[in-house]
């Protein structure tokens, strides 16, 4: 399958920090990615659909101001969590839809640990 | 109302024996896909297989298979012949429609397989 990288794996950070989480598509173009939350023994939860070169669709109830989301490329989305809180601490995890299959399966990158200390 | 749902959250299974996760869903789209992911304790999401509503015939992939009872619109997912390795988190997902569409996901299965 298609490879989708994330970048760091764990990040731990001082509250009020902002940080900077990286996903990008390995080996193929990927015109829409998706950001998503993931507590403890739960399931995913999508925050926020990212397109390139164009705003983010943010899921009803995700602050777009905290969450920054900016989809510069056809290769790389970044989620800029801004004055970073504990409550913040979270997995977070990015996905791209391949295109050129008939599927149109979106696949994860392996996923951010956030502590906020 | 819920657009999947695992009713399972916890299952065991005997190495080497067959397994059946359950998942049930709810659309009003004639056209939809299924998907099973595993998630071990990594956290990486694998992709496993994949059903389009339009599909006659029932998804395989390896030991994975997808029971696809559309009437029922249930798509579980069996995984044959098990091995420590399956032991994971494992999440079914729906797509409503074609295209980079969101996912609805289920709350997951916790799989547990005893040697």
């Known amino acids: 399958g298609a490879v989708v990288s994330q970048h760091p794996s764990r990040v731990i950070c001082k509250s009020g920090t902002s940080v900077k989480i990286e996903c990008r598509s390995l080996?193929?173009?990927?015109?829409?990615m998706f950001w998503y939350r993931q507590f403890p023994k739960k399931s995913l939860m999508l925050m926020a659909t990212?397109?390139?070169?164009?705003?983010?669709?943010?899921e009803q109830g995700v602050e777009k101001d905290k969450f920054l989301i900016n989809h510069a490329s056809l290769t790389l989305s970044t989620l800029t969590v801004t004055s970073a809180h504990p409550e913040d601490s979270s997995f977070y995890i990015c996905?791209?839809?391949?295109?050129?299959?008939?599927?149109?399966?979106?696949?994860f990158g392996p996923g951010t640990r956030l502590t906020v200390l | 109302a819920q657009k999947i749902t695992q009713t399972q959250p916890g299952m065991f299974v005997q190495e080497k024996e067959a397994v059946t996760l359950d998942c049930t869903y709810d659309?009003?789209?004639?056209?939809?896909?299924l998907f099973w992911y595993k998630q071990p304790s990594s956290g990486e999401m694998i992709f496993l297989i994949y059903?389009?509503?339009?599909?006659?015939q029932n998804a395989t992939e390896g030991r994975y298979s997808l029971n696809f009872q559309k009437a029922r619109k249930s798509a579980n997912l069996v995984i044959s012949a098990s091995q420590l390795g399956d032991s994971a988190m494992y999440f079914c997902?729906?797509?409503?429609?074609?295209?980079?569409?969101?996912?609805?996901f289920g709350s997951g299965t916790k799989l547990n397989v005893k040697p």
């Open positions: 080996d193929f173009q990927a015109t829409t």
């Open positions: 659309t009003s789209d004639p056209s939809y896909g």
């Open positions: 990212s397109n390139e070169g164009s705003k983010a669709t943010y």
């Open positions: 059903q389009g509503s339009y599909d006659q």
């Open positions: 997902a729906m797509r409503e429609g074609r295209g980079f569409n969101k996912f609805y």
């Open positions: 996905s791209a839809g391949s295109g050129g299959t008939s599927t149109d399966t979106q696949y």
